[in-house]
């Protein structure tokens, strides 16, 4: 099978200016199906038809990947035909018209109040790696960026002074400020552990982990989850739960959409509007479980 993957990766950086995250998920979604391919002995993915590729998507919904996992996959997929013409190895895109079961947009994660205050309480202050894990935190919940957004923080996307971050992605930059109990723990965070975390004093990266290095989102993955054991909170917490939250919560105390929509980068307002129709949603439950003429 011809080998695509490294001209796919190029393009997806180059072209379609994809983060680092979009285009580790993209790859990993092509080698699975040119995987696919060579089992169904089609040896060069341009001799692949819409019905191969259906058959493929149906294969992960029958091994009971979610709606999401294959609706990304069909995208991978589209992008991956979109390079193959761009450089005339296909003269169609052979997933235009496939058509696909719609995610069913799932309700997020929200904690409480109390929930976010233990969650943000059970890092050892008294010690270094404590000290890191509750400025990660702190800042998470103080600005709703998301983890990728965080763990590619660097020392100067942050002014502790006035009490901001400067958040980059692959569609620009935006300001987010930060809440006096978050600014503390990042100026302890600064002059009390990560000097010690260090391995290079050139490392421009916020946060790292005990080598010194970039904090990998496998690792913050684990430090998100050893808390929430330790804090005994039974929901699956993931970093994302602390965006969610973030939302809802500023949402609840009367922030406007457009502005939170801004604050988290979210391209389209219709992403920011889920957290105020689960808003809606609940005082109509607490409207028809209260009222006695509701019953």
């Not at 005339?88 to 997933?95: K, Q, Y």
């Not at 989850?225 to 993931?238: R, V």
């Not at 965006?243 to 979210?266: I, P, Y």
Request: hydrophobic share 35%; proline share 3%; with cysteine.
């Amino acid at each position: 099978m011809p080998d695509y993957i490294d001209e796919f990766s190029s393009y997806l950086s180059t072209v379609k200016n994809s983060s680092e995250n979009t285009k580790a998920s993209y790859l990993r979604d092509i080698q699975h199906y040119c995987a696919f391919l060579g089992q169904k002995r089609i040896q060069d993915p341009k001799n692949a038809d819409q019905k191969i590729i259906s058959a493929y998507l149906m294969d992960l919904a029958s091994k009971g990947k979610s709606d999401s996992t294959v609706m990304r996959t069909k995208a991978s997929i589209k992008s991956f035909y979109s390079f193959l013409m761009q450089f005339g190895i296909v003269e169609i895109n052979p997933v235009t018209n496939i058509k696909t079961t719609k995610t069913v947009q799932k309700m997020p994660q929200i904690l409480t109040n109390e929930e976010v205050d233990l969650l943000l309480s059970q890092p050892d202050t008294t010690d270094y790696k404590g000290i890191r894990d509750k400025a990660m935190l702190e800042i998470l919940y103080a600005t709703g960026i998301r983890v990728t957004e965080l763990l590619d923080l660097n020392v100067d996307d942050l002014n502790t002074e006035i009490g901001f971050i400067k958040c980059k992605n692959s569609r620009g930059e935006r300001v987010i400020p930060i809440y006096p109990s978050a600014i503390a723990a990042l100026r302890a965070y600064l002059k009390q552990a990560r000097s010690i975390l260090l391995s290079d004093i050139a490392q421009p990266s916020l946060f790292v982990n005990v080598k010194g290095e970039r904090m990998t989102r496998q690792g913050f993955f684990k430090i998100v989850k050893f808390y929430q054991e330790k804090a005994g909170i039974k929901k699956q917490i993931t970093p994302h739960t602390l965006r969610h939250s973030f939302a809802m919560h500023l949402l609840q105390n009367g922030a406007d959409v457009e502005s939170v929509r801004e604050m988290m980068g979210h391209a389209d307002i219709s992403s920011t509007q889920l957290y105020v129709r689960i808003i809606k949603q609940q005082i109509s439950d607490v409207y028809l479980r209260c009222h006695p003429r509701a019953q």
